[in-house]
């Protein structure tokens, strides 16, 4: 066993508020063009996440498109959190690699309910290895955020975080359970060069917004041979008589008012 080495480092706390379920704050925003394709003309998508902007209380800037660039072959290590006012299990799934789970945190529980323990304020105690900034920003005289989500999520302890690790036994998942009130450290090596989506797999809460592209590589994406006969966004066009011509195909059901003869009759022995 030993201390894994990790050269990128990202945390990202998701939160379900009712409607509005984000990862640090930012409810993601589909991006008009698939940025694999057409990288080009998605940066020049007005949509992409500002991340130096606030997001407590969020704003319409906090739902965009949100993408996180890691480097090429590297150890990457990415925390996901559940912490905040609402406590929730979140299964997030990573696409284009499967992960190391380094680290798994829990918040502390009542013995007595076995539920996440309470302060005297009824607020649930978290895993104290994650501080969230906005406890400490919000909390400022005349601030209108509120202390107890969190968009702004980091080791408590930054100069000693948890110790991670990674040995022959580490459980190796494409999806990972973050623990309400707690976390999970994932590594894995940056050797899949493209745009992957990284989301909660309660299909609500992706739909919501939980979710964002990893930008993996981008120098090493330029060298991709996009096909040049590739339909893109936007560049598909019909003329009314191509339009009527694909109309007037056979097998276009939609465009055929008189009954057709099934297919497949499941009532019917198979002839051959
Ligand atoms: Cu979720």
Known sequence: MHEHKTNSKKHFNFEGHSGRASANGRS???PPVPPVTQNES????PFECDINKKCNPPTLACLCTHRITIPYQKTVQLVFSSLGGINAVHLIHLHGH??????????????ATGFIKRDSNGVPVHNSDITCDD?????L??????PLKCTKPR???PTHPPITTVHDRTVRKDTVMVPAGGYVAINFKSDNPGQWFLH???EDHQLQGMALIVDEAPEEQKKFMIPDEMNKCGDFTLTMEEYEHLRSMPGLYAAHHDPYPP???PYQPFSG
């Open 28 to 30: 993601f925003l589909l």
């Open 42 to 45: 998605f940066h020049e998508q």
């Open 98 to 111: 499967t992960f190391h789970v380094a680290k798994i945190g829990y918040p502390e529980y009542d013995p």
């Open 135 to 139: 406890k400490i920003m919000c909390s």
């Open 141 to 146: 005289p005349g601030s209108e955020c509120d």
């Open 155 to 157: 080791w408590t302890n």
């Open 200 to 202: 909660c797999h309660i």
């Open 263 to 265: 297919r497949y009759d």
